[in-house]
């Protein structure tokens, strides 16, 4: 190598939209990335669109993203668990029968809440994720040298990582996620059953429609297994959204103009609400975090930054030699570790902090 450090490599399964557009970021951070498809053209596709670096197995990379259907994660992760000791992450929208049906202590469940409605590795892009939500949903088994690299490189696209229980995972992108689509394609299908016959009907649609409709343009392939999955948290949250419908249906229908406007201007507070994407912050903090060498502690204090809105770009472990003990090394946004560190020191961990320049 000429004296140079050799390349971080990368395994990636499955050459879609997102594996690629993981390869193509991982790629742009210096990373050899090797990956391998079912569908030997999507292999070729992404070579040609440079989302990675050759076709293969490479069983000496440090991590392997799996970004196969969501019906199919938990065996394609079991099986590249025998098979290397890698890192593994991946990449689904529905976390908790994933996490149940792994055992590997390695293995690091993910979610990047980013996409577009293109479809395929040609339409891979490596800033996908730049300043995206990517969830982690570590079990309590999981290593922590493991879930501190796929947050370390997550956090290395842009995205703002956080920590989570796969089930309230899965609860909150049935809410926030796959309703929506749902929604979408469904008012869309209506709209289009409508202009049969009222042939002016979707040249009419406008921006609104339009914006409101826009994911339903997304790949229907995914959509079964993640509804499969995912059945109970979106059934619920279908009937909720069902209820609240019936309840406008009868504002518009009493003509309760009242009702209606209160109804409305509650939505638009909340919508004003809603988080922007993340940006990070000009004054950073290092905090040190002496804890139990212990598994799932990691998963405890990322998971209670994620509940006090605390970003984390980057950890790092060290490890004592002298007892059960360790040292967790994050750096925070300055501007709300106060209240992170507070919060530790409260269920008994002992914190230092400086400001970085």
Same mark, same amino acid.
């Given at each position: !190598?000429?004296?140079?450090?050799?390349? =971080?490599?990368?395994?990636?399964?499955?050459?879609?939209?997102?594996?690629?557009?993981?390869?193509?970021?991982?790629?742009? =951070?210096?990373?050899?990335?090797? /990956?391998?498809?079912?569908? +030997? $053209?999507?292999?070729?596709?992404?070579?040609? #669109?440079? &989302?990675?670096?050759?076709? /293969?197995?490479?069983?000496?990379?440090?991590?392997?993203?799996?970004?196969?259907?969501?019906?199919?994660?938990? =065996?394609?992760?079991?099986?590249?668990?025998?098979?290397?000791?890698?890192?593994?992450?991946?990449?689904?929208?529905?976390?908790?029968?994933?996490?149940?049906?792994?055992?590997?202590?390695?293995?690091?469940?993910?979610?990047?809440?980013?996409?577009?409605? @293109?479809?395929?590795?040609?339409?891979?892009? /490596? $800033?996908?994720?730049?300043?995206?939500?990517?969830?982690?949903?570590?079990?309590?088994?999981?290593?922590?040298?493991?879930? &501190?690299?796929?947050?370390?490189?997550?956090?290395?696209?842009?995205?703002?990582?956080?920590?989570?229980?796969?089930?309230?995972?899965?609860?909150?992108?049935? !809410?926030?996620?796959?309703?929506?689509?749902?929604?979408?394609?469904?008012?869309?299908?209506?709209?289009?059953?409508?202009?049969?016959? @009222?042939?002016? %009907?979707?040249?009419? +649609?406008?921006?609104?429609?339009?914006?409101?409709?826009?994911? +339903? +343009?997304?790949?229907?392939?995914?959509?079964?297994?993640?509804?499969?999955?995912?059945?109970?948290?979106?059934?619920?949250?279908?009937?909720?959204?069902?209820?609240?419908?019936?309840?406008?249906?009868?504002?518009?229908?009493?003509?309760?103009?009242?009702?209606?406007?209160?109804?409305?201007? /509650?939505?638009?507070?909340? #919508?004003?609400?809603?988080?922007?994407?993340?940006?990070?912050?000009?004054?950073?903090?290092?905090?040190?975090?002496?804890?139990?060498?212990?598994?799932?502690?990691?998963? @405890?204090?990322?998971?209670?930054?994620?509940?006090?809105?605390?970003?984390?770009?980057?950890?790092?472990?060290?490890?004592?030699?002298?007892?059960?003990?360790?040292?967790?090394? %994050?750096?925070?946004?300055?501007?709300?570790?106060?209240?992170?560190?507070?919060?530790?020191? &409260?269920?008994?961990?002992?914190? &230092?902090? #400086?400001?970085?320049?």
């Amino acid at each position: !190598m000429n004296g140079q450090e050799p390349l =971080r490599r990368a395994q990636i399964v499955g050459l879609g939209l997102i594996g690629g557009s993981v390869g193509c970021a991982l790629r742009e =951070r210096g990373w050899w990335v090797t /990956g391998s498809d079912r569908d +030997a $053209s999507h292999e070729t596709a992404a070579l040609k #669109r440079g &989302a990675i670096s050759e076709v /293969g197995c490479d069983t000496t990379a440090e991590l392997c993203v799996v970004a196969v259907p969501v019906g199919e994660i938990s =065996r394609v992760v079991n099986e590249l668990s025998a098979l290397a000791d890698w890192v593994i992450t991946d990449v689904g929208s529905v976390k908790r029968p994933v996490v149940e049906a792994v055992s590997s202590t390695r293995f690091v469940p993910g979610h990047p809440m980013a996409g577009s409605e @293109q479809d395929g590795v040609a339409a891979s892009n /490596g $800033s996908m994720f730049h300043g995206a939500v990517w969830a982690l949903t570590p079990s309590a088994q999981t290593e922590e040298q493991a879930l &501190a690299l796929v947050h370390s490189v997550v956090a290395s696209f842009g995205a703002e990582v956080v920590t989570i229980d796969p089930l309230a995972h899965d609860q909150v992108v049935a !809410m926030v996620s796959h309703v929506p689509h749902l929604t979408a394609a469904t008012l869309m299908s209506l709209a289009s059953e409508r202009a049969v016959s @009222q042939t002016s %009907l979707l040249r009419l +649609a406008a921006g609104g429609f339009r914006d409101m409709t826009r994911i +339903a +343009a997304g790949s229907p392939s995914i959509w079964p297994d993640i509804c499969g999955e995912n059945r109970v948290a979106i059934v619920e949250v279908l009937e909720a959204l069902i209820e609240d419908l019936a309840e406008v249906r009868d504002l518009v229908a009493a003509n309760n103009r009242s009702g209606l406007t209160s109804r409305l201007e /509650g939505a638009r507070q909340a #919508r004003r609400n809603l988080p922007t994407t993340v940006q990070r912050p000009g004054d950073l903090i290092e905090c040190r975090i002496g804890v139990p060498d212990r598994p799932g502690v990691l998963a @405890q204090v990322t998971a209670l930054a994620t509940s006090l809105d605390v970003n984390i770009y980057d950890i790092e472990i060290a490890h004592s030699a002298e007892g059960p003990q360790g040292v967790l090394i %994050l750096v925070l946004d300055g501007g709300r570790a106060s209240r992170f560190m507070s919060a530790l020191s &409260a269920e008994g961990f002992s914190v &230092a902090s #400086r400001e970085l320049g």
